[in-house]
Every structure is written in C-alpha cells, then in structure tokens.
T-cell receptor
Framework: GQQVMQIPQYQHVQEGEDFTTYCNSSTTLSNIQWYKQRPGGHPVFLIQLVKSGEVKKQKRLTFQFGEAKKNSSLHITATQTTDVGTYFCAGPQAGTALIFGKGTTLSVSS | GAVVSQHPSRVICKSGTSVKIECRSLDFQATTMFWYRQFPKQSLMLMATSNEGSKATYEQGVEKDKFLINHASLTLSTLTVTSAHPEDSSFYIC????????????FGPGTRLTVL
C-alpha cells in the first residue's frame, strides 16, 4: 500500500545549526503537507505544496516539493530552541484522508 | 485560524468500561472529520474517516464495533471506545477538514486515554 517515509527519525543540533528532514512517498502525490507537533501537543499545519518543484519559505523554514512529486524536504536555517518538536510530512491517500510519515523529532541544545 | 476542540483532554477508566470522546469544530463547519491514534514517540495512525450524516469509513485493522464513530452534525463527531482494555490506552486525536478547497486539516488537542 501507499507509504510515506521520513528520515532521519531523530536529529539533535546545537542552536544555530541548520536542520533538514526528508520525506519520500511510494506514490506520486497531488500535494504534500507539513505539520509540527510540539512535545505534549497536537500537530499544527505548517504548509502545503502542490506544484512540481515548488519551493516555499516561512522565515527560517524552507519547504521543497520534488520534481516528480514523490519527495519533499523541510530545511530550517539557524535553528532555535523554539524549533524543538516533531515534524511530520503527510500526503493524501484515498479520499480526503492523510497518510503521515513517521516524523522527525528535532532537539536543540543551547 | 480554525479551531477544533476535544473533550475530555484526559480520561482514566477501568477495563471493560466505555469512553466517549467528543471532537468539535468551533468556528467552521466540518463535513469530514478524522480520528487518529498516536502511541508515544510514534506517528499518527488514521483510524477512521467520519462524514457528516453517513457511516464512518474505517481503516484496515480497526474494529468498527469497538471504536464507534458518530458524526451527527457539521460541528461534532464522537468516538466511543467500547469495552476498553489496557491496550487501548493511547493518545486519540481528531482533525477536521473544512469546506474550503484547501486541504489542510485542523487538529484537536487530543485525548489521553489510560485504561487500568
């Protein structure tokens, strides 16, 4: 069945370092979404990418959607302690439901 | 942005009892709501898709007689865990998709269920 894979599962960085998480789908996606879940919290929508090769930026966060619309990445420049959490990518499965990757948990030490 | 609430936020119950969790979209109408389950340090696993006025669609491996879903209005979906057992202990999160074409889902704060 359809799968969405994310790597790495965990990443620890020093504050100020960059961070990247990668997402790969077993099937071509019509769109990909990214969510952030803080420790003890619930997922919060960050962004949706729709077009092949699309790149979107939100302050220090850069999101990319691959040309084949099967992979995506989230890059954080100069991480801060507020970036701590788990970042999930999600792609649509049959109907309107989403299938989530396993997430990348980011920890940042100051 | 759109707000989704869940109640209760935490519940502890004895094995064999049933627990109802409510999911409400507070400032928008949700034609579709989703119920997820999340184990510690794991991803969200979709349990079922709840459509207003119709039967829920359950994912493979999810027992529909154990996890009863009702979506009686455009702002409320309920999940009832029947005859709960310790292995049902988990974090249950609902999300709602609005009427707009944008695909984002708005998540509730989740319900932590502990079955003793």
């Amino acid at each position: 069945g359809q799968q969405v894979m994310q790597i790495p599962q965990y990443q620890h960085v020093q504050e100020g370092e960059d961070f990247t998480t990668y997402c790969n789908s077993s099937t071509t996606l019509s769109n990909i979404q990214w969510y952030k879940q803080r420790p003890g919290g619930h997922p919060v929508f960050l962004i949706q990418l729709v077009k092949s090769g699309e790149v979107k930026k939100q302050k220090r966060l850069t999101f990319q959607f691959g040309e084949a619309k099967k992979n995506s990445s989230l890059h954080i420049t100069a991480t801060q302690t507020t970036d701590v959490g788990t970042y999930f990518c999600a792609g649509p499965q049959a109907g309107t439901a989403l299938i989530f990757g396993k997430g990348t948990t980011l920890s940042v030490s100051s | 942005g759109a707000v989704v609430s869940q109640h209760p936020s935490r519940v502890i119950c004895k094995s064999g009892t049933s627990v109802k969790i409510e999911c409400r979209s507070l400032d928008f109408q949700a034609t579709t709501m989703f119920w997820y389950r999340q184990f510690p340090k794991q991803s969200l696993m979709l349990m079922a898709t709840s459509n207003e006025g119709s039967k829920a669609t359950y994912e493979q491996g999810v027992e529909k007689d154990k996890f009863l879903i009702n979506h009686a209005s455009l702002t409320l979906s309920t999940l009832t865990v029947t005859s709960a057992h310790p292995e049902d202990s988990s974090f249950y999160i609902c999300s709602a998709k609005g009427l707009a074409a944008y695909n984002e889902q708005f998540f509730g704060p989740g319900t932590r269920l502990t079955v003793l």
